[in-house]
């Protein structure tokens, strides 16, 4: 478990800077991405729900960025320095970041496969 600890630790780690920065280039291009998709809205019976709608998955995916980030930095420092709470931080990093394609997931998964208890091992056989 030693080395899976340390290559998820630095995995985290680097995701979570990674998600981070995701967020903040969100943030400063927001207005650009505000312009790119009411450009869009040209032809739409109701562009104005439309375009709320737009600021609501925005702000929505600025916040998993943030908020991914912020757990992914936290679960690699932790599994890095083998505190307590690494395995709960991981889990939860993994469960925020498994569906951003191609690096949340491969790392999301392999967390979840490393972190979370097999089935069979619970289980006995009666012959």
């Known amino acids: 478990m030693n080395g899976n600890r340390r290559i998820l630790g630095v995995g985290w780690l680097l995701y979570g ?3 981070v920065v995701v967020g903040i280039c969100l943030i400063v291009f927001s207005g650009t991405a505000t312009v790119m998709f009411g450009a869009l809205l040209g032809r ?3 562009p ?3 375009m709320a709608v737009f600021h609501i998955v925005y702000v929505g995916l600025v916040i998993l ?4 980030g912020l757990f992914g930095i936290l679960a690699g420092l932790a599994l890095l320095g083998n505190q307590r709470s690494a395995r709960t ?8 970041s498994v569906s951003e394609l191609p690096f ?4 999301g998964i392999y ?3 490393v972190l979370l208890p097999s089935v069979g091992s619970s289980l006995t056989i009666h012959a």
């Open 44 to 46: 739409v019976p109701d």
């Open 48 to 50: 104005f729900t439309l």
């Open 89 to 96: 931080l991981a889990l939860i990093a993994a469960l925020l």
């Open 111 to 113: 967390t979840l496969v």
């Open 17 to 19: 800077i990674f998600r």
């Open 104 to 107: 949340g997931t491969t790392l």
């Open 65 to 68: 960025a943030a908020v991914g």
